[in-house]
T-cell receptor, first 115, second 113 residues
Framework: KAGVTQTPRYLIKTRGQQVTLSCSPI?????VSWYQQTPGQGLQFLFE???????NKGNFPGRFSGRQFSNSRSEMNVSTLELGDSALYLC??????????????FGNGTRLTVT | GENVEQHPSTLSVQEGDSAVIKCTYS??????FPWYKQELGKGPQLIID?????GEKKDQRIAVTLNKTAKHFSLHITETQPEDSAVYFC????????????FGSGTQLTVLP
């Protein structure tokens, strides 16, 4: 079974621009979560999508948004990029069954550099 | 909100020795505690997890213990091997949802041959 696929692997953007990152979950997984990883703040939860609806949101500004498509694929968007948005953005998928504590399976991330 | 503290930040052991990483959490509602291993250039990989109704869980050379009263949990790796070298993260679920995790700050484990 293929793992979580994130594209692109690397991105370089300029301050003020916007960026869209893509995530394809493991086949059959219906929940997609996004995390930001930086050396200073570590791994921080951004948001979770299930059935094309945002279910949970972390403490990030409105410049960070996402969406999920009917095939469970997800995208996240960051508008008006700031230097501090430079990070590894990780997508994770989960079956999200009735047993809520289904483990998260992470992709290898998209490395975003803002200059 | 939940706060997870992890110690130590770096750990060096000789091949064959044991390694222990400890975490504490603040939210008594947390009931799911996974451990992830992250190798350079890769995303975190789940290595073991434990739920609050269990005190200990073991999978070959890896074990996790949970003390709900004290709100701490630990990862134990026995007979360490060079391929165990990586960054290890503990996490706790916020409000019982495994999909919204609060992570510790990570431990860089180095196994010396």
């Amino acid at each position: 079974k293929a793992g979580v696929t994130q594209t692109p692997r690397y991105l370089i953007k300029t301050r003020g621009q916007q960026v869209t990152l893509s995530c394809s979950p493991i086949s059959g997984h219906r929940s997609v979560s996004w995390y930001q990883q930086t050396p200073g703040q570590g791994l921080q939860f951004l948001f979770e999508y299930f059935s094309e609806t945002q279910r949970n949101k972390g403490n990030f500004p409105g410049r960070f948004s996402g969406r999920q498509f009917s095939n469970s694929r997800s995208e996240m968007n960051v508008s008006t990029l700031e230097l501090g948005d430079s990070a590894l953005y990780l997508c994770a998928s989960s079956p999200r069954t009735e047993r809520s504590n289904s483990p998260l399976h992470f992709g290898n991330g998209t490395r975003l550099t803002v200059t | 909100g939940e706060n997870v503290e992890q110690h130590p930040s770096t750990l060096s052991v000789q091949e064959g020795d044991s390694a222990v990483i400890k975490c504490t959490y603040s939210d008594s509602a947390s009931n799911y505690f996974p451990w992830y291993k992250q190798e350079l250039g890769k995303g975190p990989q789940l290595i073991i997890d434990i739920r609050s109704n269990v005190g200990e869980k073991k999978d070959q050379r890896i074990a996790v213990t949970l003390n709900k009263t004290a709100k701490h949990f630990s990862l134990h790796i026995t007979e360490t091997q060079p391929e165990d070298s990586a960054v290890y993260f503990c996490a706790a679920s916020l409000g019982g949802s495994a999909r919204q995790l609060t992570f510790g700050s990570g431990t860089q484990l180095t196994v010396l041959p």
